[in-house]
């Protein structure tokens, strides 16, 4: 039997019991990594996500809680997966949250808590972890950014720049990274149809008193020329491919997958 892709590899991604995160995990598992599942709470739910990937893929997984807005966390969660699994030679920055204000009633304490999961979290989990892929002789750093790291909407200031820091950070660790067989990209995703996503649909048919097609096509992809929403398997497999032989060459880049969205 071939042996697959991943197998031997250990990865963590952040924030993976819903959508974008536990598709990437998902892929990764297919893959042949055994996986690391992370949110900030500690339900048996989240434990159960862990035991459906060894199910289905025959990986080692676990869940490990830890608070993605506090940087001790984020440093706990990369050691604990490194004592239960060994290095960890993957590390898929994911957790992100949002919130919508303009600048001068943006909350301050939205704001800091976008800077903390969406930006500083990256910073803190990619410090701990470069030691050991150090160690390993190889990793693959891959940070969930957006097409708002590349371009800007009105009232997501805070997401707007955190998603470009993370691009900025994303390119210096490439760089200092570039001669030990470690690679940094960012996936810049637009709408991508995940539970949340899929959850606003009823309510825009509503308020727009739009068919299903019509208010995906004319007002939540607007922005978006295939008018088609990415699935959380095709962030999975470009992870996967991050992560592949052919890509070791690909280092410092944020690759879009936003069906047009930064060409317009
Ligand atoms: P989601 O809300 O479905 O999942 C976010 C995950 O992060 C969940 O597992 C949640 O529990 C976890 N999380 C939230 N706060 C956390 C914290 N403090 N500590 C640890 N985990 C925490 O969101 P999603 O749509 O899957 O988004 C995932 C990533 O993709 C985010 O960084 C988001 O900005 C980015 N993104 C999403 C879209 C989209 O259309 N859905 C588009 C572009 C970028």
């Not at 898929?92 to 303009?102: E, K, T, W």
């Not at 539970?195 to 606003?200: G, N």
């Not at 962030?235 to 060459?249: K, P």
């Amino acid at each position: 039997m071939s042996q697959s892709p991943l197998s031997g590899k250990n990865a963590i991604i952040t924030g993976s019991t819903s959508g974008i995160g536990l598709g990437i995990a998902r892929q990764l598992a297919k893959a042949g990594a055994n996986i690391v599942l992370n949110s900030f709470t500690d339900s048996a739910d989240d434990h159960a996500l862990a035991d459906q990937l060894i199910k289905d893929f025959g990986v080692k997984a676990l869940y490990i809680s830890a608070d993605m807005s506090n940087p001790v966390a984020c440093a706990a969660l990369v050691e604990k997966a490194t004592e239960q699994l060994g290095p960890i030679s993957i590390l898929v920055n994911n957790a992100g949250i949002q919130f919508v204000a303009p600048v001068d009633e943006f909350p301050t304490e939205k704001w800091d808590a976008i800077m903390a999961i969406n930006l500083s979290s990256v910073f803190h989990t990619t410090k701990a972890a470069i030691p050991g892929m150090k160690k390993f002789g190889w990793g693959r750093i891959v940070n969930i950014s957006s097409a708002h790291g590349l371009t800007a909407s009105p009232f997501k200031s805070a997401y707007v720049a955190a998603k470009h820091g993370v691009i900025g950070f994303t390119k210096a660790v490439a760089l200092e990274l570039a001669e030990q067989n470690i690679t940094s990209n960012a996936v810049c995703p637009a709408y991508v149809l995940t539970p949340l996503v899929e959850a606003q649909i009823p309510e825009q048919m509503k308020v727009h008193n739009m068919d299903r097609e019509t208010v995906i096509r004319e007002v939540m992809l607007s922005r978006q020329p295939t008018k088609e929403f990415s699935t959380v398997e095709q962030i999975g497999d470009i992870v996967v491919f991050l992560c592949s032989d052919a890509a070791a060459q690909i280092t410092g880049t944020p690759i879009s997958v936003d069906g047009g969205w930064t060409a317009l």
